[in-house]
């Protein structure tokens, strides 16, 4: 028997090759949600010693484009924008989760929340903003 539907959305987003990179890992995939981790490691650290604030940013955009992504419509980022609010090092590990806020048409607004998972705190928080175009990269009228 051949995979879902939601088995190929999954299958598809996991092939990120930025987030392999990085060595991010989708963990959680659901209609308008996700959640993405990353441990920090000495190379992504800026020269304070500090988790550079582009591999911050690039993880919540992960964790945006996976949930905004997670029906199998192509989506796209118009407007992100970033709070960073804490500061995190070599060794943590973060987690990135994206929720649904709203939608409306083909724009729909997302939360994201990153933090640092040894002490819990929220490091960065953005609200991002995606358009959906009319264009599947798994149908939606597929058949198992």
């Keep these: 028997m051949g995979k879902t539907r939601e088995e190929k959305i999954?299958?598809?987003i996991q092939q990120?090759?930025?987030?392999?990179f990085l060595g991010a890992k989708v963990e959680v995939l659901?209609?308008?949600h996700s959640r993405v981790t990353l441990t920090i490691n000495d190379d992504m650290v800026n020269f304070h010693g500090i988790t550079h604030g582009g591999v911050v940013f690039s993880l919540g955009d992960m964790a945006f484009a996976a949930a905004s992504n997670s029906c199998g419509q192509m989506a796209v980022a118009l407007n992100v924008g970033m709070n960073f609010l804490k500061a995190t090092r070599s060794g943590d590990?973060?987690?990135?989760?994206?929720i649904e806020q709203s939608q409306s048409g083909p724009t729909a607004l997302y939360d994201i929340s990153i933090k640092n998972d040894r002490t819990g705190e929220i490091v960065a928080k953005s609200q991002d903003?995606?358009?959906r175009k009319k264009e599947w990269f798994v149908p939606n009228n597929e058949v198992n």
């Design 10 to 12: 999954n299958d598809y």
């Design 16 to 20: 990120d090759p930025f987030a392999q």
């Design 30 to 32: 659901g209609p308008g």
């Design 93 to 98: 590990r973060l987690i990135a989760e994206a």
């Design 129 to 131: 903003l995606v358009y």
